[in-house]
């Protein structure tokens, strides 16, 4: 007998697909603003985070136009794609994973740190510092600095761990939520954790280390929540959302 292949989707996408189909039915016509995600999470039962990346996802395939600060809405014209693809690993996945293995990785650092790694971290730090104050992209400073916490562990493997979270990190949702969010605001706050990592390390401050960076990663979380439009929904979108199922 013939096998098919199993389709493995993750939550956002199906949450996706769920909307792809209510666009493509004509329930929600081209610049119908979709419901906020507070009201989208409630009717399909799923976290915000969960919402806030299907629209992501819909937005990369061409079906959704996110604007800041106002809202999701109804692509005119055709999509880019049939429908919703790959989008890459979810962003809020990803940072309960790192916020769970970095956070140990922090605790193991400060009972090892050498001098040497001390002064990597200081200079992961001072390259953060001068791409925030030219305004400029500072993935790589930022990924430096979490490398150079996992090398301090003197663990090649905590290391290897580590750069496959961040590789994951320049997937498409990661990436979108990052430009969504960007602000002075989230890079400052996000050089003050760093240094705050730094000196719990530097203490040799195992429980504090582990706190740090788990407080760090949770504030990223918190940033890629923000900006969100939360209010209001016309009636149209109300009754077009009425027959969403959970997925």
Known sequence: MPFQAVASQRLFQQVAEQIVGLIRSGELPPGTRLPAERDLSKKLGVSRP???????????????????????????????????????????????????????????????????????????????????????????????????????????????MVELLWGDMRGQIFSRLGELTKNSKKLRTNMADHEAIRDCIVARDGVAARRAMQNHIANVETYFLMDAAEDGQSGQVKRATRGITTP
């Not at 629209?55 to 106002?70: D, P, Q, R, W």
């Not at 919703?84 to 979810?90: E, M, N, Q, T, Y």
């Not at 001098?115 to 953060?128: H, M």
């Not at 510092?129 to 600095?145: C, I, N, V």
């Open 50 to 160: 969960v919402v806030r990346e299907a629209m992501i996802a819909l937005e990369i395939s061409g079906f959704v136009e996110v604007k800041t600060g106002t809202g999701s809405y109804v692509c005119d014209g055709t999509p880019r794609a049939d429908d919703v693809g790959d989008a890459g690993p979810s962003a809020f996945e990803l940072l309960a994973a790192r916020r769970n293995i970095e956070g140990e990785i922090a605790a193991v650092a400060a009972e090892s740190a050498t001098p040497a790694d001390i002064e990597r971290l200081d200079e992961a730090l001072a390259w953060y510092r001068r791409e925030y104050l030219k305004g400029e992209d500072s993935f790589e400073a930022d990924r430096a600095f979490h490398l150079g916490v996992a090398g301090a562990t003197g663990n090649s493997v905590y290391v290897r």
